[in-house]
């Protein structure tokens, strides 16, 4: 199986921060990094697709890069709903595997 | 506009069987290109992917599970269904239905789970 790891584990930020999520596999997946974000109670939103294609309809302070083993998610100006977890999840090969999660929470 | 709605027993004895459905309302789950899957997430834990089924019918299973999962689709009533057996506490987890799409024919997101439903709370305990 591809383990997903992500740093840091949480964050404390304030609004109108840039925030910064890192995202790595075990081996190389290409592009096949997906990025969600869950607020507590709801399901997991998907946020980004293919390492760097924005879902439509979320908001463009959204971006995603990397390829192969490491990825970045990145929140240019964090805004009062964005404080939540945040999960990659490889879409390279079975089984797809998520990662721990990364909890951004108000300073 | 499609949604997912998942539906079960929110409570399950040890080394029975667990079985959810997913009903898909707004769109056909026969729709090619699209794969239907279950993910959990344990409490206070990150998620977990179960396995998917395709337009075709063709299964992928987290072999995790494998030995003990079966998932399903009723093509005439526009569900998804899970069976999981011999349970214990350790399956005690929110499920969630999702839908997956792959291929160049998406019409949105492609080999990511874009739509999903609410999840639904499932408590393994005598």
């Known amino acids: 199986d591809i383990q997903m790891t992500q740093s840091p584990s949480s964050v404390s930020a304030s609004v109108g921060d840039r925030v910064t999520i890192t995202c790595r596999a075990s081996q190389g997946i290409s592009s096949w990094l997906v990025w969600y974000q869950q607020k507590p109670g709801k399901a997991p939103k998907l946020l980004i697709y293919?390492?760097?294609s924005l879902q439509r309809g979320v908001p463009s302070r959204f971006s995603g890069s990397g390829s192969g083993t490491d990825f970045t998610l990145t929140i240019s100006s964090l805004q009062p709903e964005d404080f939540a977890t945040y999960y990659c999840?490889?879409?390279?090969?079975?089984?797809?595997?998520f990662g721990p999660g990364t909890k951004v929470d108000i300073k | 506009q499609l949604q997912l709605q998942e539906s079960g027993p929110g409570l399950v004895k040890p080394s029975e069987t667990l079985s959810l459905t997913c009903t898909v309302s707004?769109?056909?789950?026969?729709?090619?290109?699209?794969?239907w899957g279950w993910i959990r997430q344990p409490p206070g834990k990150g998620l977990e992917w179960i396995g998917y089924i395709s337009y075709s019918g063709s299964t992928y299973y987290n072999p995790s599970l494998k030995s003990r999962v079966t998932i399903s689709v009723d093509t005439s009533k526009n569900q998804l269904s899970l069976r999981l057996n011999s349970v214990t506490a350790a399956d005690t987890a929110v499920y969630y239905c999702?839908?997956?799409?792959?291929?160049?024919?998406?019409?949105?997101?492609?080999?990511?789970?874009?739509?999903w439903g609410q999840g639904t709370v499932v408590t393994v305990s005598s």
């Open positions: 707004g769109g056909s789950i026969s729709s090619s290109s699209y794969y």
């Open positions: 999840q490889q879409a390279n090969s079975f089984p797809f595997t």
């Open positions: 293919a390492a760097s």
């Open positions: 999702a839908r997956f799409c792959s291929g160049v024919t998406c019409s949105s997101a492609s080999d990511a789970f874009d739509i």
